[in-house]
């Protein structure tokens, strides 16, 4: 299991959203590949319209050199915070719960990860992908075989 403390301030943090219907990012920069034909109008929190320039994945890279990998990714201009979509890691087949402070990002199925997110002093759950580092957990009652994994993975990961 990994703890995370990051506050928002660069483009590798991203909030975790449960009110944002796809990830999104401002920073073109960031993907990886990018069909700018794709172009709809999001609705955010303040109901402000704004426009989606395109939709593609984003891999980032941590520390360690591992990627991970997020489909789906909106790109949205003059956005102000990289937003991960509970329901998009949902859909994905993760699971997201809330609790004592900390956001829980469990493994779809076809692995065991694991990630946990404290709660910022202004009640965000940030999450700094490129400063996850990854380190195997034996889990009561799993074979050898089934390890946990800090982060988001501990190769290529598609969220």
Known sequence: MASNKAEPHSNSVWLIDSGCSNHMTCDKTLFSSLDESMKVSVRLGDNKEKKVEGVGVVTILSQSGDEKRLHGMQYVPGLAHN??????LITKGYSVTFKDNKCVISGNKASNQVIEIMR???NMFPID??????MNVDVKNQSTEELWHCGLGTSITEV
Do not use: D, K
């Open 83 to 88: 937003l991960l979509s509970v329901g998009q």
């Open 120 to 122: 910022s002093r202004n």
């Open 129 to 134: 992908m490129a400063s996850m580092e990854f």
